[in-house]
């Protein structure tokens, strides 16, 4: 079985069912099927070639889905980017994985394009909205995606199959210790796996219809569309939960069944009006990223009570760890729950050897769905890929602190690196920190992780400046959201005069992750 | 009218744009598309709207017609203050 599958079985089984639904568009699973078979026709006849990495970088859009199902039937790798990435970062994934072609907008085209010196792999930009033929007498060639749908010059037959299940699909750029995003290698088999068992234990049907605001460049919204096309359902997509209302109202129109949540929307949900509405179609929530607190989830219970309630946990390296059934989530809100189907999960020590309930370790993942390694990162592969209990095989290690209770149900304890878990996304502080070095001014920076309710871990930047000079809170941020994706600028900046050291010189983070307002 | 538009783009500028950007900021830049707001904001710009004008703003009105660039609030605004009135 292929990715790519989800769609074509699906459009054979009922080529005249709404498939998609975005902004004021409807389209069927047969013009989504047709449409992605243009896109994949005019891919290789550009040059993509089997196992060739094509990134998306879109706001959630008609033009993003249609491009992963035709890469996939190209036979190529999809790598969709958060359209927030910034010109410097996009650079070094494009390069980094050496993608070939580049779908966009037009808007984001005109900024990329400047860059494209910087860019020797790229050959290709399908963009999408141009208003005017763009010149193509550049190294770089430019294709309008609507003159390629428009047009009779790409069948919309299907193409012929070239990968095997163990054919990498997909790339999801995660951040990394060292600073560097590092790709996520997932294969047709991976992606299958998890979306079967994820399906399996939401009992998803075609009569679903899943509401997604979640970015398709985070693996928990990228999967809802997978997920709603393997099963035949209706996925209504919206670019964001910007206009609550808005998107509350398509809810109620559009009779959706399944809500994707993460901690940031439910605690907006919460604080909206909303007994006027009639939720009586919704069958399930669900949540993940970051725990719910607990007095959400009985506030959710209270607004939703016919509706189920799963709270889960996951890590892109393989996409889901664990879901708490519904039933169990009044006697134990604070657990993320079980291994999903099809899945072992267990807790070792630092000697790698299994530990009984109520021992915190590390959590170990084995399954089908465990990602296939880092993009050309070998020796970080080979820190969280281990060799597992069967000769030749490897199981994952998660690199986060859990404890198991006698019933096999999980408890998140902490992560063992210094990676911040925020909004659900994890962030580098490295990465953070390089950015703070490149504004004038300052001397020392440091950048934590502090406990936050609804992000999971809020973003904390602590800084001494060079002698004279003169930043504020909000030059600091400002040249923050100015390079770095929006989830990765800090909430708090914190100025000092020095920054406490340990005994061999380096900045001691641990003194400096105090919560904000925790007594000083 | 002049005076509103200034206030709301001084208060678009200083709350989401951290100050910066006063001179790439047009009237009828789309916020979604610029990325300029998210759900928390919009929260936020209702609170300054209805702290600032004196309004009821309702949940109904949250829309991107009303909300969604410095000319929709203008427009959205004048509306409201003339009903108040």
Redesign the interface.
């Known amino acids: 079985m292929q990715v790519e599958q989800f769609l074509e079985l699906s459009a054979q089984r009922s080529p005249d069912k709404t498939a998609l639904v975005c902004q004021e568009r409807r389209l069927t699973y047969r013009e989504i099927e047709e449409q992605s078979n243009q896109l994949a026709h005019a891919l290789i006849e550009n040059g993509v070639e089997r196992g060739d990495r094509v990134a998306i970088y879109l706001d959630n859009s008609v033009e993003a889905v249609l491009s992963i199902f035709a890469v996939l039937k190209a036979g190529a790798v999809f790598l969709v980017v958060n359209p927030t990435t910034k010109p410097d970062k996009l650079a070094y994934i494009l390069n980094n994985c050496r993608a070939v072609a580049l779908i966009t907008d037009s808007r984001k085209y005109a900024g990329v394009e400047k860059y494209s010196a910087q860019l020797p792999f790229l050959n290709h930009f399908f963009v999408t909205g141009l208003h005017a033929t763009p010149p193509n007498d550049r190294r770089l060639k430019v294709l309008s995606l609507e003159n390629l749908f428009n047009g009779a010059r790409f069948s919309k037959l299907p193409l012929p199959k070239k990968c095997i299940d163990i054919d990498l699909a997909a790339l999801i750029y995660t951040s990394g210790s060292t600073g560097k995003p590092k790709g996520v290698m997932l294969t047709h088999l991976n992606i299958v796996s998890a979306a079967t068992s994820i399906t399996t234990y939401l009992e998803n049907t075609t009569d679903d219809v899943i509401l997604n605001v979640l970015p398709l460049s985070f693996d928990y919204g990228l999967y809802q569309v997978l997920m709603a096309f393997k099963v035949g359902a209706t996925f209504v997509l919206e670019r964001s939960f910007t206009y609550p209302y808005a998107v509350i109202e398509k809810l109620v129109r559009e009779k959706v069944t399944g809500l994707p949540l993460v901690p940031t929307i439910s605690a907006i949900l919460l604080q909206l009006n909303l007994q006027d509405f009639d939720f009586s179609s919704l069958r399930y929530i669900t949540n993940t990223a970051a725990a719910l607190p607990t007095h959400h989830i009985l506030q959710l219970r209270n607004l939703f009570p016919h509706v189920k309630l799963y709270s889960m946990y996951g890590l892109t390296e393989c996409k889901r760890v664990s879901y708490l059934p519904p039933d169990q989530i009044d006697v134990r809100p604070s657990s993320v729950g079980r291994g999903m189907p099809n899945e072992e999960v267990y807790i070792v020590d630092d000697h790698g050897r299994r530990v009984g309930p109520n021992v915190i370790g590390e959590l170990v993942v084995r399954g089908s769905n465990v990602m296939k390694g880092y993009w050309e990162a070998p020796d970080a592969t080979n820190k969280v890929l281990r060799p597992g209990p069967l000769p030749g095989e490897n199981v994952l290690y998660t690199g986060d602190l859990f404890k198991m209770d006698e019933e096999g149900f999980l408890y998140f304890i902490a992560r063992k690196d210094d990676i911040i878990k925020t909004r659900g996304e994890k962030v580098s502080p490295k990465e953070v920190e390089e950015v703070l070095y490149g504004l004038e001014g300052i001397a020392e920076a440091a950048v934590v992780g502090i406990p936050d309710e609804i992000l999971g871990q809020a973003i904390k930047a602590v800084i001494t400046l060079r002698d004279g000079a003169q930043l504020t809170e909000r030059d600091v941020q400002r040249h923050c959201s100015a390079n770095l994706e929006d989830f990765m600028v800090p909430k708090f900046i914190e100025f000092r005069d020095s920054l406490p050291k340990t005994s061999s010189g380096k900045i001691s983070k641990r003194e400096l992750a105090v919560p904000v307002g925790a007594g000083e | 009218m002049q005076n509103i538009q200034q206030e709301l783009r001084q208060f678009v500028i200083d709350n989401f ?4 950007g006063n001179g790439n900021l047009r009237n009828d830049d789309s ?3 610029k ?1 300029i ?7 936020e710009l209702v609170v300054f709207l209805e702290e600032k004008y004196h309004i009821k703003i309702h ?2 009105e ?3 017609d009303n ?2 660039s410095i000319n929709n609030l203008v427009r959205f605004l004048e509306t409201k203050l003339q009903h108040a009135s």
């Not at chain 2, 744009?17 to 910066?20: A, D, E, N």
Request: net charge negative; glycine share 14%; aromatic share 10%.
């Open positions: 744009l951290f100050g910066h916020f979604l598309d990325g707001i998210d759900s928390t904001g919009v929260l949940d109904r949250l829309v991107p909300l969604d």
